[in-house]
Every structure is written in structure tokens, then in C-alpha cells.
Nanobody
Framework: QLVESGGGLVQTGGSLRLSCAASGSSFSIRAMGWFRQAPGKEREFVAAISWGGGTSYYKDAVTGRFTISRDNSKKTVNLQMDRLKPEDTAVYYC?????????????????WGQGTQVTVSS
């Protein structure tokens, strides 16, 4: 099970930090990612990170503003979002997969959180 937290309402230029915790001792994770879905749009990749070497990937539009990190011992992944823009408004989903590597394709992730709303006001 994946549980997200940290969403909310923020003004343009502000920051939010999303967290995702994986529960269950049999839960094997080798990569985790964040995706988002805005109203009327398809779900899109935001960032992903591998569990071993910590290799990370970002959507071009968030590079330099968002930072993904992980804590292997706690099975958590965080997404620090700075300099937020109205176009970042969406429901953000955490995802995990039991096999490496980290990928940008939603279809490759087996486990998903319930989503957390992020709203950036102009």
C-alpha cells in the first residue's frame, strides 16, 4: 500500500513537499515515481528514482524546480516542489515497481497511491 501526503493549496512561486510511504513487509520496491493528472488531461510522468543507485529522472517542465528523493530504510519517496506554477495544478500520484529500473511510463508501475491534490493559485 502506498500513502501520499503533503498536497494542498499554494500561491504561484511557493513550495510544497509531497511524501509517499510504502507499507507492508513483503512490499519489494526497486523504483518509485510521481505522476500527475490535471482535469481533462491524461496522467503524465513527473519524476522517478531508482532504489539502488538513486538515479532520477524528471519531466522537462519540472527540471530545476522539483527534486525527488528516497529513504530506502523507510520505504518512502519525497517530491520537493519549488517555484510552483498554476500549470502544476493536478492530482499527484505516487507509484512503485518491484523491478528496476526507474521508468517514465505509468504502465510499468504496479503499485499506486490514492493521489493528493496540489493546487497552485495565480
Amino acid at each position: 500500500q502506498l500513502v501520499e501526503s503533503g498536497g494542498g493549496l499554494v500561491q504561484t512561486g511557493g513550495s510544497l513537499r509531497l511524501s509517499c510511504a510504502a507499507s507492508g513487509s513483503s512490499f519489494s520496491i526497486r523504483a518509485m515515481g510521481w505522476f500527475r493528472q490535471a482535469p481533462g488531461k491524461e496522467r503524465e510522468f513527473v519524476a522517478a528514482i531508482s532504489w539502488g543507485g538513486g538515479t532520477s529522472y524528471y519531466k522537462d517542465a519540472v527540471t530545476g524546480r522539483f527534486t525527488i528523493s528516497r529513504d530506502n530504510s523507510k520505504k518512502t519517496v519525497n517530491l520537493q516542489m519549488d517555484r510552483l506554477k498554476p500549470e502544476d495544478t493536478a492530482v499527484y500520484y505516487c507509484a512503485a515497481r518491484p523491478h528496476p529500473p526507474a521508468t517514465i511510463s505509468a504502465d510499468t508501475y504496479e503499485y499506486w497511491g490514492q493521489g493528493t491534490q496540489v493546487t497552485v493559485s495565480s
